[in-house]
């Protein structure tokens, strides 16, 4: 049996007394991490052109700029409702009640797809007649689509320029006295659905075109079945009816956004009833 001459000593202890070992390896600053040279900035560092000014005069300097951008902003923004969503409810009633792309009969809605005769041969040459197949798109949703997608457009830039300019307009985090902010921060998320609805728009007209064209890829493969032409004519009228009534559903968001900003700009501006507080951006 192994035997010990002398009893180990505690990792650590001095003696009997038991205190820690006063030793330069226990030492804090020899430890192999250095947690004050860790940089918690981006990866590929701050690029800054040195400028001789201690950061107090930075930030008046800065704060200068943004109260001028958000001045501008906000003359922007006052032309966007009182100038711009006018015309643009007047252009799109004009455009649902007038525009003969968006009044068509049933009979200009449907286009006619060829007969195909049923495709034989082997795989590889089914596939090689598929792929010389060509089937137009649907001219009168396409007309549709064009003319939507640039108001869609337009409205989505001039609500991200909304969307911003109310959000600096938010005051300094303070207790009381809240219901002016909870104004903006209710009107903000009106605001960002509205832009968000615009972007789902756009999504389903690349939708609309998927559908479509595996329903003809159906069509071409077994044109026997009446069934596949009878759904694809189902979804071009389906679809022109929702995208026709579109521009309609446009006017009525610039109406609702109109009269909401209309009647809230001075809670807009001064959500706590005080001038000063235009200066008191919360960024």
Not at 71 to 95: A, T
Not at 197 to 220: C, K, M, P, W
Request: proline share 4%; aromatic share 8%; glycine share 4%.
């Amino acid at each position: 049996m192994l035997k010990f001459k002398s009893s180990p000593k505690p990792i650590g202890k001095s003696g009997s007394s038991g205190k820690l070992s006063s030793s330069p390896s226990s030492s804090p600053k020899e430890l192999s991490i250095h947690l004050e040279r860790l940089s918690l900035g981006p990866r590929s560092g701050i690029a800054v052109n040195e400028v001789d000014m201690d950061f107090a005069s930075k930030k008046r300097i800065l704060q200068g700029q943004m109260q001028g951008m958000i001045e501008n902003l906000e003359q922007e923004c006052c032309k966007i409702i009182f100038d711009v969503f006018p015309d643009k409810i007047q252009l799109l009633d004009d455009m649902y009640k007038g525009r003969k792309e968006f009044n068509l009969s049933k009979n200009e809605i449907v286009q006619a797809i060829p007969d195909f005769a049923e495709t034989t041969g082997t795989e590889e040459e089914i596939k090689r007649k598929l792929f010389r197949v060509q089937v137009p798109a649907s001219k009168a949703l396409c007309d549709l689509f064009a003319l939507l997608q640039k108001e869609i457009l337009d409205m989505s830039e001039m609500i991200n320029s909304l969307s911003i300019w109310v959000k600096l307009n938010v005051p300094r985090m303070a207790d009381g006295n809240n219901f002016g902010v909870e104004v903006q921060q209710e009107i903000s998320q009106v605001l960002e659905s509205t832009e968000v609805s615009g972007y789902e728009i756009l999504d389903s007209f690349t939708s609309y075109h998927t559908a479509r064209a595996n329903l003809i890829t159906q069509i071409v493969k077994f044109p026997g079945i009446e069934d596949f032409r009878e759904s694809l004519k189902e979804l071009d009228e389906k679809t022109y009816i929702k995208t026709s009534l579109l521009a309609c559903e446009l006017r009525n968001d610039y109406i609702t956004l109109y009269d909401m900003l209309s009647k809230n700009m001075d809670t807009l501006t001064t959500p706590r009833g005080q001038e000063n507080e235009r200066l008191a951006r919360m960024y």
